[in-house]
């Protein structure tokens, strides 16, 4: 039988297929958007012609693109375009900065922001519309914080928004007020959704932010994603123009969407038509609670430097209950925001009372996040088939020394923050993704935080929690196989295997031969999608003949 003609041939002493923990010396051979063949460099030889590429990667590191299993595209997006200010230290800085950034761009109807967070600002007090008004009087500001579950306003805006001192809150969301009543300019969770027309684009800025997105992407070595669209009290996101640019074939990243678990099936049946290669819908996504840096993540017992709080569900129990029960037994996959203790058991709880009705079957339902647990509930993910959908870079959230969360959660439950070790030795299968742009987009920075537990200049010594640590195969696994699995894609991504697409990267070291504290500093020298080169680090000579 006469052998296929490749279309590339990638030679390297390190290949990850993600199928081992281990690599291989060998190479691999594309044709058609797919990996035909993979072995020693002598079986491949076989399939080489005059019109055949080589791509030389010795003493490089060859693996599948990673699998981003949760992003929030569009907002990420939209924190490339317009003003950052996850750097600010303080209230003042941060308004100054939006201040300059609006005057640099006059025409935007609203001055937007992204990334603040009050908590690392002298005194942690919240933000108020008054210290942007003395610099932006006339034109509406949002600023979404870091973590996307409040936004700052001045005065313009609420008036815009018509909110004021008789507006409604929204369940599980707050409108901040002075002692007159006045709001302040602060929403919490869901009342941010208030100000959702804050994020109506003109035209022409859409297409920046997909291009824009899908260049970084793909320098992060980025082939696929699972696309978040729900937000506290929202959803954002532009699948017109995702389909637009699938349907050009303009699309460098596989994207896998979700939208709101609210109750309301009858809707479902035009996302299900999201079917193509590159564009799918995906399944179902609800917030249970916030998060327990601002006292909105539900735990099991109140807070250690808040002892009148437990934090607290958007929904009532009943209420998830009865959705995940309806939707699971129309065969949707649901992926639940669950924060603290209290919100990973009400979410485990669910599923386990929809799979009793329901019966059990391959949903693949996942928990988002899971910041703390309770270690009873550790072994039911395996149990119930649930998957931990974890961002290991959360762990650098802020000094993990001093931590927020060693103030929030006290001793006994700090110990069981983002538990990424003992999930995986009580066999739950583990997902990564990164939940930018709450922290970068960069796989690399996840890894390095998964295996090591460390700052980048390697403090806490140890690792901090070094109990839940992961090997760098463990790691690249959960960034690469598992999400492929996570998103129903096992049979076409995830793995360098024959017969899959052809979604490969080539790192600038071989990991497994540099110490840890390398992880972070790696490059990705070129992102392949479908056989066809998405990026190329400009330093990386491509072909060798």
Known sequence: MKRQSADL????????????HGTIDGALAVKDGKIIAIGSEKEIEQYKSSHTKEISAFGKLVLPGFHDFHVHLWLGAMFQEYASLTSCSSEEEAAEKIARFADENPGDPWVLGFGWHHVRWPG?????????????????????????????????????????ENTVEPE??????????????????TAVGLAVSAFELPPGKKARLMNAFMKKAGKCGITSVGDMLPLPGFTLGDLEEYQKYDKEDRLTVRIHFMVPLDGNLEGISYYEHFNSDKLQF?????????????????????????????????????????????????????????????AVRLGLDAFEHAQTINGKRDSRHAIEHIEVIHPADIPRFSKLGVLPSMQPEHLASSSLETHEYHDRLGPERINFTWPLGV???????????????????????????????????????????????????????????????????????????????????????????????????????????????????????????
């Open 124 to 164: 942690q007090r919240l933000p108020t519309r008054h210290t942007l008004d003395r610099l932006i009087p006339d034109r509406p500001v949002f600023l979404l914080n870091e973590e996307a579950h409040s936004a700052w306003l001045n005065t313009k805006a609420l008036e815009i928004l018509g909110i004021d």
């Open 282 to 342: 995906s399944g179902l996504k609800q917030f249970i609670d916030g998060v327990p840096l601002t006292y909105t993540g539900f735990l099991l017992e109140p807070y250690t430097d808040r002892p009148s709080t437990k934090g607290g569900t958007i929904y009532s129990r009943e209420t998830y209950f009865k959705w995940i029960e309806e939707a699971d037994g129309q065969g949707y996959r649901i992926r639940l925001h669950a924060c603290g203790d209290a």
């Open 9 to 20: 041939i990638i030679k390297s002493d390190a290949i990850f297929t993600a199928n081992t």
């Open 172 to 189: 599980f969301g707050k409108i901040e007020k002075d002692s007159a009543g006045i709001p302040t300019g602060f929403l919490y969770e």
């Open 423 to 545: 999930l995986e030795k009580h066999g739950a299968q583990l997902v990564f993704g990164s939940d930018y742009p709450i922290v970068d987009l960069n796989p690399m920075l996840g890894i390095y935080r998964a295996v090591t537990r460390m700052h980048e200049d390697g403090t806490p010594d140890g690792g901090w929690n070094p109990q839940h640590k992961l090997s760098l195969a463990q790691a690249l696994i959960h960034y690469t196989k598992s999400p492929a699995y996570g998103n129903f894609r096992e049979k076409d991504l995830g793995t360098l295997e024959v017969g899959k697409k052809a979604d490969i990267i080539i790192l600038d070291r071989n990991l497994f031969e540099r110490s840890t504290a390398e992880i972070k500093d790696a490059k990705v020298l070129l992102t392949i999608m479908d056989g066809k080169i998405v990026f190329k680090h400009e330093n990386f000579a491509l072909f060798t003949k």
